[in-house]
């Protein structure tokens, strides 16, 4: 499979792989699309803080918001880096989902270190130096 000089589509299966499989040019455009809508409405960034992020001109980012074109390598490389909604929409569709479930996890595990670091400073903070939690001598 070669890729086209110009444009931003996957060139178009030629039979070996069907229209329902993920990862050809439709699924690609569609699901980065439905990500960065989806993390629109949850907040998420504007056409405009996409466009200063990847570069691409506005009218660009409103075509991959729209579903009808796909950001190239670089964009989706930016995408990827700014957008975990991006991120894990490529990983799926690369089959490697089980790499975003992997830096959540890890993620929640630096927070409940977070935590568990300022509960002891608390603890710590009883007035006696001790670290007992108790105000009185030992």
């Known amino acids: 499979m070669s890729f086209p000089k110009k444009g931003k589509f996957f060139p178009p299966s030629r039979g ?11 699924d690609f455009v569609e699901e980065v ?9 949850n907040g998420g960034p504007s056409v405009k803080q996409v466009a200063i992020w ?23 490389v930016e995408l990827a880096r700014h957008s975990d909604d991006v991120l894990g929409v490529f990983l ?31 603890g710590d903070g009883d007035g006696d130096g001790d670290g007992d939690g108790g105000g009185g001598e030992t």
Not at 111 to 122: F, H, K, N, S, T
């Open 16 to 26: 070996d792989a069907g229209a329902d499989e993920p990862g050809t040019s439709g």
């Open 33 to 41: 699309g439905s990500a960065l809508r989806r993390a629109r409405r």
């Open 54 to 76: 990847t570069g691409a001109s506005e009218k660009t980012v409103k075509n991959w918001f729209a579903g009808r074109y796909g950001p190239n390598g670089s964009h989706l």
């Open 92 to 122: 799926a569709m690369a089959g490697r989902e089980h790499l975003m479930a992997a830096m959540k996890l890890e993620a929640s595990a630096d927070a409940i270190a977070d935590l568990l670091a300022a509960v002891r400073r608390l």
